[in-house]
């Protein structure tokens, strides 16, 4: 969220004060929306207001590592909808997990944590999935391999 100039700590508490404010005068919603716009820019106003409406957030680590096979159509589906936002942030939350060589070292060692990060990253879509390459070579980490198919 505070990987920008316009996306910071500061611009989100101005975002919190506006949506008070908003509450007591009954701003209309499109005024309202182009206000938090303006404070943390198009496309973190339109993820965070999609999350006011939907209530989704991004999936967990865990989520990802533990049981992909489960919310693999979920994220599936995010991507074929545009809804990039949320798989960026899924795809944060595992970066996030991954940093600490401790947990990295966990993963690669059980197979099926191992395998369920590969079809997510696989799942990505080009830009995201370029980006975890480079999470991945930044820090020396070899890229979960293709699965094998059945003969």
């Given at each position: 969220m505070f990987d920008s100039t316009v996306s910071n700590p500061r611009a989100w508490?101005?975002?919190?004060?506006?949506?008070?404010?908003?509450?007591?005068?009954?701003?209309?919603?499109r005024l309202l929306q182009a206000v938090v716009s303006g404070c943390?820019?198009?496309?973190?106003?339109?993820?965070?207001?999609?999350?006011?409406?939907?209530?989704?957030?991004?999936?967990?680590?865990?989520?990802?590592?533990?049981?992909?096979?489960?919310?693999?159509?979920?994220?599936?589906?995010?991507?074929?909808?545009?809804?990039?936002?949320?798989?960026?942030?899924?795809?944060?939350?595992?970066?996030?997990?991954?940093?600490?060589?401790?947990?990295?070292?966990?993963?690669?060692?059980?197979?099926?944590?191992?395998?369920?990060?590969?079809?997510?990253?696989?799942?990505?879509?080009?830009?995201?999935?370029?980006?975890?390459?480079?999470?991945?070579?930044?820090?020396?980490?070899?890229?979960?391999?293709?699965?094998?198919?059945?003969?």
């Amino acid at each position: 969220m505070f990987d920008s100039t316009v996306s910071n700590p500061r611009a989100w508490a101005n975002v919190s004060a506006l949506l008070k404010a908003a509450r007591k005068q009954e701003t209309p919603p499109r005024l309202l929306q182009a206000v938090v716009s303006g404070c943390v820019g198009p496309e973190r106003a339109a993820a965070f207001f999609r999350f006011l409406d939907d209530h989704v957030q991004p999936l967990k680590a865990q989520d990802i590592l533990t049981a992909y096979a489960a919310h693999r159509a979920m994220v599936r589906s995010w991507v074929k909808k545009g809804k990039l936002d949320l798989v960026e942030g899924t795809l944060l939350n595992v970066e996030k997990h991954l940093q600490s060589s401790t947990n990295f070292k966990a993963v690669r060692a059980d197979a099926n944590l191992w395998k369920h990060l590969g079809r997510f990253l696989r799942d990505l879509p080009g830009d995201l999935r370029a980006r975890a390459e480079t999470f991945f070579r930044d820090h020396k980490y070899p890229l979960p391999g293709k699965p094998r198919r059945s003969a």
